[in-house]
């Protein structure tokens, strides 16, 4: 269902989220946004993250530098960005300026992967309560999107994160151990996760996101 992008509100995308409901564009650059609401959900469960040996040890020798939320538009910028495998991308310039309200209120977040100076990979999503809503991501180096991922899920454990929603199933999930989940459980899924208090850590907890990525490792 098209919607008018006019009457769109950063609260309006809240509500529509926590009743399971999400917008993309057909183009990015096509003005236009649409509701979706799959018959059919993308997740990614937390205590069952698959983690190979080779990605453990190349996220714990520590390449690049880890952050969250230093730098949100380049990040989202970078998602939107045309890749020789994705040429076209949904995230149009209503989704980024509502995104970047959320990130101002606190409710859209990012992982960053930094090489020095240089933004390298990433992701952004969003979280209410104990869910957290997986956008999009990318690489520019090799592996840096999933070194994003893992400490993603990471965080969102430590922090008692019930619910990692990607939206829609792919091959490249389904390694980490994602899977697709039919509406209805998806709905008690989503509920008993944003009526509960979750926590986004900060750049501090980067230490305990290292034991607890050696745990996940530990524990497959």
Not at 85 to 113: D, K
């Amino acid at each position: 269902m098209s919607v008018n992008n006019e009457e769109i509100t950063a609260d309006i995308l809240l509500e529509a989220y926590r009743q399971g409901v999400f917008p993309m564009a057909d183009d990015k650059d096509d003005p236009r946004l649409y509701w979706y609401r799959p018959e059919e959900r993308g997740i990614l469960p937390l205590d069952e993250f698959h983690l190979s040996r080779r990605l453990a040890r190349t996220v714990l020798a520590n390449p690049y530098e880890v952050k969250v939320d230093t730098d949100f538009l380049a990040v989202i910028d970078a998602c939107a960005h045309p890749t020789p495998q994705r040429e076209q991308t949904w995230i149009n310039q209503p989704i980024r300026s509502l995104f970047f309200e959320l990130y101002e209120r606190g409710h859209a977040h990012t992982v960053e992967v930094w090489d020095k100076d240089h933004l390298v990979g990433g992701l952004y999503g969003l979280s209410i309560g104990q869910a957290f809503f997986g956008e999009s991501m990318f690489s520019r180096k090799t592996d840096t999107s999933k070194i994003a991922l893992v400490h993603l899920v990471a965080r969102l454990r430590l922090g008692h994160f019930q619910l990692l929603d990607t939206q829609f199933m792919t091959s490249h999930l389904a390694q980490f151990g994602g899977l697709e989940i039919k509406d209805l459980e998806y709905e008690t899924r989503l509920y008993q996760a944003i009526t509960r208090s979750g926590h986004w850590l900060n750049n501090e907890w980067q230490a305990d996101i290292f034991q607890e990525i050696k745990a996940m490792r530990a524990s497959r």
